[in-house]
Every structure is written in C-alpha cells, then in structure tokens.
C-alpha cells in the first residue's frame, strides 16, 4: 500500500506555486515551489521552517505556454550541466536545484526537480531517473549507477555529458544533410503545384484564343494541369492517408520499421554515412561503458540501443550472447560482416592489450570524423544535383508554355 500510494504521488500531476511567507528568523523570505496542489505546497513550505503567507499557482503564458517536449539535447544540456557542477565540489542536491530552476523549458524544469525530489526522499540518482517516462535510456542509467557505487559520480557525469554531446553532434550532422534536400524538393514541388492550378489554366484560355494546334509537350502539360485540378481534393486525400499511413506504420509495426532501417543503409550516398554512424556510436558506446568498468556482457546490452539502427541493434545483441558463452569480442565482430577490417582489428588490440576502452575511442573518433566529412562532401555534392532537379522541373513547364507562343511568333 505504500509503495502503491508513493508510486501515485509521484505519478501525480504538479505545479509550480509562488509563494511568499516568513522564516523562523522573522526575515521575509519568497520562491517557487513545485506541488501537487496548493495545500501540498504550504504543508512542505511549513517542513521547511516557513510561514506561508501568499501561496498562488504561478501563470502560464498566454503564447507558448504548452508543454514543450524534452528532446535528446536537453539531456545532453542536463548532463553537462550537472556534470560541471558536480566537477565544482557543488552537492548533488544542491545542483538539481540549480540546474532545474535555471532551465528555461518548464517540463525539463519540471522533470529535474522531480528528480530531485525523488533523491531527497532517499532514493538512489540511477533508480530516479529509471522512473517513467523514461527520458533517460539504459546506458545513462547504468553509468550512473556505475558512479554511485564506485564514488565517481562526477567522473562518470562528465563522461555522460561528453558522449551525448557527441552522439547528439552526429545525428544532427545526419539530420542536417537529409532535412535541407528534403525540404528544397518539398519547396519546388509546392511551386510547381501552384504553376499546375493557377497559372497553367491562365495559358490553356490565351491558346484558346489563337484557334492553332499545340505542341504534344503543351497539350500533356494542360492534361495534367486539368487532371489535377478536377481531382485536387482527392489527391490531397490521398497523400495526407499515404503520409498518415506511414507514420502509423512506422509506430506500429516493428517489421516495417526494419525494412526502412535495412533499405536506408543500402541507399547510395546516404546508407555509407548512416553505416559510419553506426559504427561510431557503437565504439563510443562501448568505450563510455566499458571505460565506466561495466562489465563487456552487460554494457552490449546497453550498446544495442545506442547504435541507432535496428541492423547493428540485432547485430550487437547476437554478438552479446557469443561473448556470454565465452567468445572474444573480436572474434563476435568479425561474424557479424558489418564491421570494418580496421575496427575489428582494432578491438583485437584492445582485448590484447587490455586497454579496448582506448582503442574503442579511437575508432569512434577516427568514424566521427568521416561522418563529418562526409556529410559535408554530400551537401556539397546534392546542391548543384537539387538545384538541376529543380530548373529542370521549372523549366519544362515553362517551355511548354511558351511553345505556342513561339510557334505563333515564327507563322508571323
């Protein structure tokens, strides 16, 4: 029944409360509060040693005022933040506190202090941010633990904070060279929507005029140009079901989520970058952990998640149970056929000479590298290739506009 009502009360919805009042040396004393309700709030400001005088739910702004959506950058935020605190001789309590009223989001404000809360109760760092919803994955988690029993937590932090910092460097890397072709192709096929709706039949009731016949290129144009304006509505439809059917896919459905996955890493000039990334935050991974003195057993487990591609993820799994019956870790990678020579030669000194967590860094730094370059070199390169896409898809429609005018012009 206990742990039954602590379980609710931590569940339980919370607001921040301003509250003004008096401390036991008679000074008037003023802050804010996270609480349940207003009554939970004046009952843990009287613990404190307070007299509340004023205790009022503090505002939402009008604008903006939803709850935003805590991403991997925050944590990584988070993570450095308390790891420079912790590394400044600052208590761990003390630095929630700081860290959390000093975030300028109010749901990572709020999740900061409810961890905090959750660490004055008693309750170990690792096993607060165990607690649902899991914003903190296995190998955050673990590493702290790590730190908790070792008595290195700040140690540990810092290396948290690194390897997010890097992890998160590398997904946006990828994002960026995948977003800005995505959206200049979604730019110009918008542009050429409106050129198909509005301005083509513009053209078709001038031609009508000149009583002529039109080119072939012309006449297909218009034909498209007429289609979709008679059918609009449900090609709309049908893409925003296509789109919605997808993303249902995608959340729904594992199989799905894994032909996406395998066909990624096949496609020409991405799937070499996506292959990198892969292997690059598999060594840092494993390097973090094993560097933390997680056992290799356990810290694959951890590994499989943080590979970011459902291919490596079972890769590693597969790995992970060839090494609990006795196998080496290089011997496990050079089965799996998607490693790289150099990698898997790279562990085998490692296990060798017993300094793997070094090698491992090595490798994530040498992969690091080579996704940057590379997803340089590809932006570079799919430029001039989107800018060609673009003028050629403009530019068609307007030569077949202006066919008939030339025709015109050379019967004059």
């Not at 999740?111 to 903190?136: C, D, N």
């Not at 995608?250 to 799905?256: D, W």
Request: glycine share 6%.
């Amino acid at each position: 029944m206990v742990a039954a009502a602590a379980t609710k009360q931590r569940t339980e919805k919370t607001s921040i409360f301003l509250w003004e009042g008096v401390d036991r040396r008679g000074a008037c004393v003023k802050g804010d509060l996270r609480a349940s309700s207003r009554a939970l709030a004046r009952a843990e400001l009287r613990r404190q040693g307070i007299n509340p005088r004023k205790v009022r739910k503090k505002p939402q702004p009008l604008f903006g005022g939803g709850k935003q959506k805590i991403t991997a950058a925050d944590i990584s935020l988070f993570s450095r933040q308390l790891a420079t605190m912790m590394a400044a001789g600052v208590p761990l309590v003390q630095s929630f506190e700081i860290v959390g009223h000093g975030h300028d989001k109010p749901s990572m404000q709020a999740l900061v202090l409810t961890i905090k809360s959750e660490i004055e109760r008693g309750t170990s760092m690792a096993a607060a941010l165990r607690q649902p919803p899991a914003y903190f994955d296995a190998l955050v988690c673990n590493l702290v633990a790590a730190g908790e029993q070792a008595g290195v937590l700040d140690i540990l932090l810092d290396k948290i904070a690194s390897y997010k910092e890097k992890t998160e460097s590398i997904k946006g890397k990828i994002k960026k060279a995948m977003f800005y072709p995505a959206a200049v192709i979604l730019v110009a096929l918008i542009v050429t929507v409106v050129i198909m709706l509005f301005v083509i039949p513009q053209f078709k009731a001038l031609f009508a005029s000149f009583g002529a016949d039109l080119p072939a290129f012309t006449l297909l144009v218009i034909a498209l140009s007429d289609v979709m304006r008679d059918f609009w509505l449900l090609m709309a439809f049908g893409v925003a079901a296509l789109v919605y059917a997808i993303r249902a896919a995608f959340k729904r459905s594992q199989a799905f989520r894994n032909a996406v996955d395998r066909t990624a890493l096949r496609l020409p000039a991405i799937g070499p970058i996506l292959h990198q990334a892969a292997v690059a935050r598999f060594a840092r991974t494993l390097s973090t952990l094993f560097a933390a003195g997680v056992p290799l057993v356990d810290a694959l487990e951890s590994v499989s998640g943080a590979t970011g591609s459902v291919v490596y993820a079972d890769a590693v799994i597969k790995m992970r149970e060839e090494i609990a019956t006795g196998q080496s870790l290089q011997l496990a990678m050079r089965q799996r056929h998607l490693f790289p020579h150099m990698v898997v030669q790279m562990a085998a000194i490692g296990e060798e000479s017993g300094a793997l967590d070094a090698m491992l860094g090595k490798v994530a730094d040498t992969y690091e590298e080579r996704v940057d370059n590379a997803v340089d070199a590809l932006s570079s390169l799919l430029e001039p290739l989107i800018m060609i896409v673009i003028g050629g898809l403009v530019g068609s429609l307007v030569v077949a506009m202006y066919l008939p005018i030339f025709k015109l012009a050379a019967v004059i």
